[in-house]
């Protein structure tokens, strides 16, 4: 008869040995006296990074990885002979790299190095390994680890075109239909340049939100990133957060995370519709709630600056809205205007046509020509990224920052889709921590508040306010 139990105690000791195998040997740490927390390796996330099918771009896999490094993960590379050598030695020497394996590794080790990370990142994944992860059996050594990690639950992630394109149409529909089969099995997908950011995502302890802290200083002005500050059991958002950029500690008796989220808010009515009972209750809620600003239509904002004298909250006012094809003279009288009446930001509409067709000039000398208009006041500039390739809200955020916007904003509300979580976190990169980034239309409730925030907005414009902090969700596209 088997021995159950003679078998159990044989597979914990295999377990145990391959544990010590690839875990470090040298565990001890030095004393710091320091009040944060020490990481020692056993705490930290381990990401495993196979680097197999030669297609990779290795100037943006780098960027990933240093990410990824300098937040504090550990990562294990295996690399194939089809990585340059140059990239090979840019990788092995970024902060973090752990482990290097250019060469065969045992079976037994792919199971240890799978069994001891957090995630497995492919950020080029051939069609070879496409067919082995599909029939869920390894066949080299890059097959048995991401069939392992599946197995295993792991999140397996790789870029969204799985990192390879074919000139022969059908030989890439065929690639498309084993990578969509491939995420039916588990396999995770994100835009290249975004794979660290969903690595975070998936690998931190999503614990509850409830405490948080945040200085809208910096938010005021150019926009940089917030301060913030949350309570004990929140690390999986905290981490999220940390990881783009935003300083984090920890303290109890903070305040609700929704009033402090509220100064976030630019609370919005741009409707055409509304009423001054509307405008009036729009400015009692922003008050009561503590939010950034109200936006709203220029002709609102006299009464706006009437209401809200003596309060912290700021009078934000359209401009050239909601086309952006307006001439230039036109936005710089509106922008005046408002703030003559009263405006303390102006949230300018791009001239989408312009930027589509590739005239970068008359798009920077518009924003330009607004912002010497808008004086010390923030100018925010709407690109409408719903109706711009990915390609295009890159070139738009450059031209605005070298334009000297303060913020760049993604949407009016009134065109084809809103914030996209994507969209903050690719004009973030592109802007940097000397801008804001004002994530607008579509946001809903508090959740998607949050996620905005945790891809890089440091402003968010929603008519959904009072829902984003009352814990409800609106229905509202603005």
């Known amino acids: 008869m088997i021995d159950q139990e003679l078998i159990e105690q044989i597979t914990s000791e295999v377990v145990k040995q391959l544990a010590n195998k690839f875990s470090p040997t040298d565990t001890a740490q030095p004393v710091v006296e320091s009040s944060d927390p020490v990481l020692t390796t056993a705490d930290k996330q381990r990401v495993l990074v196979l680097l197999i099918a030669g297609n990779e771009d290795i100037d943006v896999v780098e960027q990933q990885l240093r990410e990824l490094g300098d937040r504090g993960f550990l990562l294990d590379l295996i690399m194939s002979e089809s990585v340059p050598q140059s990239g090979r030695e840019r990788l092995k ?9 250019e060469s065969a590794v045992p079976e037994v080790g792919c199971f240890g190095l799978v069994t001891r990370c957090d995630a497995v990142l492919i950020p080029a994944i051939s069609f070879d390994l496409l067919n082995q992860i599909n029939r869920m059996e390894g066949s080299d050594i890059s097959g048995r680890v991401a069939v392992e990690a599946l197995s295993q639950g792991k999140t397996v992630l790789v870029p969204e075109d799985g990192g390879v394109t ?3 149409a059908k030989i890439q ?3 498309d239909q084993q990578l969509a089969n491939a995420t039916e099995l588990g396999l995770q997908t994100a835009p290249l340049h975004e794979l660290s950011y969903q690595l975070l995502r998936s690998t931190v302890n999503s614990g509850e939100l409830t405490e948080v802290q945040v200085s809208r200083e910096k938010t005021a002005n150019r926009g940089g990133k917030p301060t913030l500050t949350v309570g004990k059991g929140d690390q999986g958002y905290g981490a999220v957060l940390e990881a783009e950029g935003m300083r984090l500690s920890t303290t109890i008796g903070v305040r609700d995370v929704k009033q402090e989220v509220a100064g976030y808010i630019d609370h919005t009515l741009l409707n055409p519709d509304a009423t001054r009972d509307e405008i009036v209750q729009l400015c009692k809620e922003a008050s009561d709630f503590g939010f ?19 309060t912290d909250v700021r009078v934000c006012t359209v401009i050239g809205f909601p086309l952006g094809a307006t ?55 709407i690109l409408e990224t719903g109706m711009l390739s990915d390609t295009q809200k890159a070139q ?23 914030a996209k979580m994507n969209d903050i976190a690719l004009m973030r990169r592109v802007v940097g921590e000397e801008m ?19 891809a890089g907005a440091s402003r968010i414009g929603a008519s959904a306010g009072v829902a984003i902090v009352s814990g409800g969700t609106s229905d509202s596209d603005y």
Not at 332 to 340: D, F, K, L, S, W
Not at 359 to 378: I, S
Not at 397 to 414: L, P
Request: charged content about 25%.
């Open 93 to 101: 020497n970024l902060p973090g790299v752990d482990g290097v394996y």
């Open 436 to 454: 804001g980034v004002k994530a607008s239309g579509g946001v809903h409730n508090f959740e998607e508040a949050i996620d905005m925030i945790a």
């Open 327 to 381: 001439t230039t003279a036109t936005k710089v009288q509106e922008t005046r205007e408002a703030i003559t009446n009263g405006a303390d930001e102006i949230d300018m509409v791009m001239n989408i046509g312009a930027l589509k067709e590739g005239n970068d000039d008359y798009v920077r000398r518009d924003v330009a020509a607004v912002k010497e208009a808008a004086g010390n006041r923030v100018l925010k500039v």
């Open 396 to 418: 738009a955020s450059k031209i605005c920052k070298e334009a000297g916007a303060d913020f760049v904003k993604t949407s009016t509300g009134f065109g084809p889709g809103g």
């Open 173 to 175: 529909t065929k690639y």
């Open 166 to 168: 074919s000139t022969n």
């Open 292 to 310: 950034a600003s109200v936006c709203v239509n220029p002709s609102w904002v006299t009464l706006c600056s009437e209401l809200l004298r003596g």
